[in-house]
């Protein structure tokens, strides 16, 4: 059904510190490795070696520069679908193939029921979902369903592959719904937003914004240390710079 | 938004076939179709066929048309459901009508309220099709008061050029359906003109700033793209025209869809008889030509907010 449910159980979703992340694209290569075996496999590659290659991908990362009267900063930006509370892809599918679980708010696409006429990803403004042209369905992230409650698997490798794989744990994976997980309290603690709120999606999955810089930072290129020359040399500074 | 060939052939013919269907039905209850059976016959012809072979053409750009069936499903909550379920739906009413019309040679009592209905469902379809493009916030262009009235006048201009070139032909054309016509293209025109200056003036909510957040640390510009090549969502989303080139078509469209129509069919009731059918015949495949383009823009023109996060302002003023 494309009517959405009116409260999930968990809601589970990431939170992604752009303060730490490097734009190593890791997460976005994990994610292509996991997935492409995973439930929504293959993602897959059209021309993977030829001159332009064309390929599914949940996971994107990139890179941003700000400019504010001359000073920037350089932000790396991972893109993923941010598993919305009202996410309106779902509720445009003709089909029933797009559906928010009831129980942990998770936001997937049933191929057998997708007749990939591309109407969800029109609806979603952050470039969650991409078309497959080769099996002619929608794919979008699982949240590494297949993951996350296999038993079969350490419970610490319960986690989507992109989180598992960041080296610098700019991701963080948790449930929204209870405030005191690791995630809602990164969320209090640093600030956590939405993307794009004027579009009323209420997503799940927060950014965490860059720390401000510290104050009385050095200027750019300016001296470390004023040069005390010795000797004659030094002699003749002083006494020009004393006139 | 790419501009895809078949679901600008659905919506134009689609729109003008049930156009016609609500005019049909709309002079039935009137009491104004006479028992003609060519006439009947080809009206019907024409318009269930447009409607048919849009609707079939719409299933050309899935990528499973044999599930096509799983869209009745969803109206509860579709816009893109609820159009398939009130097309089907328009067949019934629809096929009663020409029933009556095209074999018994009656348009009165039980057909005539058969083509109330027709006409009620077929304007209905066109909402449907409109509320699609409505309901997409992403899509600032469409995402605002005029996608409707656009769609409804269209669809209703192409309606009655096509039934006062066909009543032409078959020497049934009244002054009243010339004055209809006149005044359903100066409807539409105001209404398309009325939309192409709210998208120009109209200043993007999203920006790159909002997008990602980062307006506390200033503007925000993309710096390295995520990939090297185009992805399913720059092909999809980004696609680019040049500004001269939209003015152009616009410009094509507004001659070709109302201006010249206006004036033939103007001409067209003046002059009446042999010429005056040629003429309607005339507006009517030149506001087919114009109407392509305008659905052609009205897809070119459109740009998604998902095109933030690769580097462009909605609002700039080159695409």
Redesign the interface.
Known sequence: MTSLPQQTGKQLGLVIDLDVCVGCHACAVNCKEWNTGGVAAPLTDINPYGEDPLGVWFNRIHSYETNKAGKGTTVHFPRSCLHCAEPACVTVCPTGASYKRAEDGIVLVNEDLCIGCKLCSWACPYGAREYDYDAGVMKKCTLCIDKIYNENLDPADRVPACVATCPTSARTFGDFADPNSAVSKLVRERGGYDLMPEMGYRPTNKYLPPRKKEAGEAPALAPIMESQQAGFLGWVDRLLSSV | ?HPAFSVIIFTTLSGAGFGLLACLGLCAIAGGLPDNQPFAFVSIVLALGAVTIGLLSSTF?????E??W?????W??????RE?VVSMLTYFPALVFAGGWVLLGRSDGIFALSGLLMSVLAMLAVLCTAG?YN?????PAWHNNWVLPNYLALSAMSGILLLTALAGIFGYATKTMYAASLALITLALICKLAYWRFIDTTPA??T?E?????G????????????T?????MK??GFRIARKHARKLRIISVLFGFVLPFLLLAAANMSGGVTGTGLSVAAVCLSLIGLLTERWLFFAEAK???TL??GRRLDAKTH
């Open positions: 938004m750009h899935l990528g499973h048309p599930r096509a799983r869209a009745f499903s969803q509860r909550s579709s816009w893109l459901s398939g699609i309901s997409l916030k992403p899509i909510a999203s790159p909002s997008a990602t957040g980062l506390a640390l200033g503007t925000v510009r993309l710096f390295k793209a995520p990939h090549s185009e992805n399913y969502l999809e989303m998604h907010v998902v996060y690769y």
